[in-house]
């Protein structure tokens, strides 16, 4: 088989593409999947993917904040917006403001329940149960379903009780 | 452990052992963790990265599950040692390239392995064969925590692990099966299939991971979404999901063996025939024909080779891995020669 774009060179490269729900199969040489692969990447790229869901920021803001620039590392919120990658652990807290909305269209969360480095493994790990249960708390006051706040509220509050301080208790080791 | 002594063993996730092996080739967890106090590393200058490669080195010994691993420096490796790490999966194609201050840790049963300055600071993976994200999980907690204990990792309560791209910020994991569908393909059921998986948020690539088409009626299923959901949860989602993408594929089968018996078997011992036969073959045609045997082998109609087999070959048979058998750079002609000439040595029953 032939390259669908040169028609000269053989075919190794087999993609699918999909443009407005149709499906179309390409088959091309080496040297036309790269250009096209590059092609796409321009138009598809993560970077890109990123910078559009930033994009929705107030413009006013946006420009005062495109200048912040991180104190850990000195990269600056527009650095970010072009390359779509941060510069260090830093940057999270700097750029707090920004990145929380853009963390919640990505995740559709911004609460971490997963595991936390081994020596602060218990304190976090309960505060961060609480701060949902909470907002679960309210939801479910909120809409009336009372049963389901006391059950939340009960809860809490084994938590809370776990949580207080003991005599030579390990949450500080 | 050298590159080559690798050649000569069979990686964990090839061995086509473990849970529904019959339709799932492995499975894999990573995690992605950054050292505070260093930026990552596509913005750290030389003297960091270097640094950050030296910080993991030193910290090996004292990581579990790690005792007789080998470290190796991406910029020591040639261009073939690494394409034959990135075959067996070992480490990403973006590893591979701008090697300067790259690392790269495996075990020698390569069961975990660990990029040092990929994208993150610290890339670690565990594959294991067939259906196993809960064991690959297990493993790979282990390892984390040993690091942790090592390595202060960037981390905030609320975002959880902090990474270069806010795509695999808070657990920073990524739980892949791959699986093969041969009868999904067949029947043109495949695309309601992928269409729902995009629905539910997670990914489907192929055989390659990002960016890669699916070949040979391979797919890779990964979760998207790493912030908010715990581990324990990620991988119950994924294994849902993939539980029903299994019972369809092996319903899809048994409809096959019941209605088009004879085509099936046509295909298959076809697919069989090529390849005990041919004198030249291209990688491509190895990996589409190679399929349909494994699905004979699932299916009990050939029963002289074993799924193991089939699975070496389509590892042997990758372009670099050919040319460490060779032991030099070999044309495409060449390599397309001696392709052939190793899969009619492995499927000649002895």
Partial sequence: MLCNICGKNPATVHLTEIVDNQMNELHLCEECAREKSSQMEQQFGLSDLLVGLTQTEKSSEDKEFANLKCAGCGLTYKDFKKIGRLGCGECYTTFKKYLGPLLKRIHGSTIHHGKTPFLTVKVTKNKVDVQELRQQLQKAVESEAYEEAARIRDQIKEIEQKQSPEPGGNEEK | ?350
Wanted: proline share 3%.
């Fill in chain 2, 1 to 350: 452990m050298k590159i080559n002594d690798l050649l000569h063993q069979t990686s964990e996730w090839l061995k086509g052992t473990g849970p529904n092996s019959d339709i799932v080739i492995s499975s894999r967890i990573r995690l992605a963790r950054n050292l505070q106090k260093f930026p990552f590393p596509h913005w750290a200058n030389k003297k960091q990265n270097r640094d950050i490669l030296d910080a993991v080195a030193q910290a090996v010994p004292a990581i579990e599950g790690l005792k007789n691993a080998t470290l190796f420096k991406l910029s020591e490796l040639d261009n073939i040692d690494r394409q034959f790490l990135i075959e067996r999966h070992l480490m990403s194609y973006e590893h591979a390239q701008k090697t300067d201050f790259k690392g790269l840790i495996i075990d020698d049963e390569e069961v975990i392995s660990i990029m040092i300055n990929e994208e993150d600071h610290i890339r670690a993976q565990v594959m294991q064969s067939g259906f196993n994200l809960f064991e690959a999980w297990g493993i790979l907690n282990k390892v984390d925590e040993s690091m942790a204990r090592e390595l202060p990792f960037a981390f905030l309560s609320d975002w959880g692990y902090l990474t270069a791209c806010p795509t695999n910020a808070g657990t920073g994991m990524r739980g892949s099966v791959m699986l093969h569908l041969p009868a999904l393909i067949m029947t043109r059921q495949i695309n309601q299939v992928l269409a729902a998986i995009a629905k539910l948020s997670f990914t489907t690539r192929g055989l390659y991971g990002e960016g890669t088409q699916a070949v040979g009626n391979f797919f890779q299923i990964s979760n998207q979404i790493s912030l908010g959901p715990s581990e324990k949860e990620i991988i119950e989602n994924i294994n849902g999901l993939i539980r029903q993408i299994i019972e369809q594929e092996l319903q899809t089968r048994e409809i096959l063996m019941t209605k088009s018996k004879i085509m099936l078997e046509d295909k298959i011992y076809r697919s069989f025939g090529i390849l005990k036969s041919a004198y030249t073959i291209s990688s491509q045609e190895t990996t589409e024909l190679l399929s349909l045997v494994r699905l004979g082998v699932d299916l009990g109609m050939i029963r002289d080779i074993t799924r193991r087999t089939v699975n070496e070959l389509f590892i042997l048979t990758q372009p670099a891995h050919l040319q460490k058998l060779e032991n030099k750079k070999i044309s495409s002609q060449e390599r397309d020669f001696k392709r052939a000439e190793i899969i009619r040595q492995q499927l000649t029953v002895k």
